[in-house]
C-alpha cells in the first residue's frame, strides 16, 4: 500500500525566508503527487499536482515542487514566504486504479514570524 | 461558483445521538469522499463513492454510513456516535473515477468540526 511521510510536524520561518517543506511518499509506481494547504478554519486548497512530465512543477502563490524519483520525493519549496502562508501543508498521493483515492501525509504546520 | 458545501459547520452532540452531515456539490462531479482528520494522523478516508448508488469503504470505516442517491448529495451519518468519532471531517470531489486524468483533482469542502461527548 502507499504512503507518505512528512518529516516536520512544525516548521518556524521569517517572513521573506526560504521555505523547504519535506514529503517522502512509498509507492511501486510513479504516483500522483499533490500538495494541499489549510489555512486556520478551512478546507483543504490545492497547491500543486504532478501527474508526468516536468519533474518541477509550479503551483499557485508562489509555490513549487520537484519529483525526485530516486528519492521518493516531493519536496515543496517558496522562495520567499509571506505572512500570509502560515497554514497547514499536506502532501498526498495518488495512484492509479483505486478510484481517485488520495492518501495524505501527517501534515506540517508553516508558522511565519515577522 | 464551484464548490462542495458540508453543513453544518460545527456540531456538538452526545453519545448515542443519531447525526447527518451533509455534502453537496455543484460541479456534476462522479466521485465523492469523506474524510477524518485528526491530530497528527492526517486525513484518513471513510468512505467513497464513484457514482449513483455506487459506495464503498474507505480506511477507516466503522461506525459510519453513507448514501449516493442523487449525483450532487453524498451525506455522512453516524447512527451512534461516540467520543472516538470527535474529529474535523472533510467531503471531497472530484470529477472522474479514475485518476490517470490530470483534471481529476479533489476539492473539499470548508469541514465540519463534529465533537461527541
Known amino acids: 500500500a502507499q504512503s507518505v511521510t512528512q518529516p516536520d510536524i512544525h516548521i518556524t520561518v521569517s517572513e521573506g525566508a526560504s521555505l523547504e517543506l519535506r514529503c517522502n511518499y512509498s509507492?511501486?509506481?510513479?504516483?500522483?503527487l499533490f500538495w494541499y494547504v489549510q489555512s486556520p478554519g478551512q478546507g483543504l486548497q490545492l497547491l500543486l499536482k504532478?501527474?508526468?512530465?516536468?519533474?518541477l512543477v509550479q503551483g499557485i502563490k508562489g509555490f513549487e515542487a520537484e519529483f525526485k524519483r530516486s528519492q521518493s520525493s516531493f519536496n515543496l519549496r517558496k522562495p520567499s514566504v509571506h505572512w500570509s502562508d502560515a497554514a497547514e501543508y499536506f502532501c498526498a498521493v495518488g495512484v492509479t486504479g483505486t478510484a481517485s483515492k488520495l492518501t495524505f501525509g501527517t501534515g506540517t504546520r508553516l508558522q511565519v514570524t515577522l | 461558483e464551484a464548490q462542495v458545501t458540508q453543513n453544518p459547520r460545527y456540531l456538538i452532540t452526545v453519545t448515542g445521538k443519531k447525526l447527518t452531515v451533509t455534502c453537496s456539490q455543484n460541479?456534476?462531479?462522479?466521485?465523492m469522499s469523506w474524510y477524518r482528520q485528526d491530530p497528527g494522523l492526517g486525513l484518513r478516508q471513510i468512505y467513497y463513492s464513484m457514482n449513483v448508488e455506487v459506495t464503498d469503504k474507505g480506511d477507516v470505516p466503522e461506525g459510519y454510513k453513507v448514501s449516493r442517491k442523487e449525483k450532487r448529495n453524498f451525506p455522512l451519518i453516524l447512527e451512534s456516535p461516540s467520543p472516538n468519532q470527535t474529529s474535523l471531517y472533510f467531503c471531497?470531489?472530484?470529477?472522474?473515477?479514475?485518476?490517470?486524468?490530470?483534471?481529476?483533482?479533489?476539492?473539499f469542502g470548508a469541514g465540519t468540526r463534529l465533537s461527541v461527548l
Open positions: 509507492y511501486g509506481a510513479t504516483p500522483y
Open positions: 460541479m456534476n462531479h462522479e466521485y
Open positions: 504532478y501527474f508526468s512530465g516536468d519533474t
Open positions: 471531497a470531489s472530484s470529477p472522474t473515477t479514475g485518476m490517470a486524468h490530470e483534471k481529476n483533482i479533489q476539492y
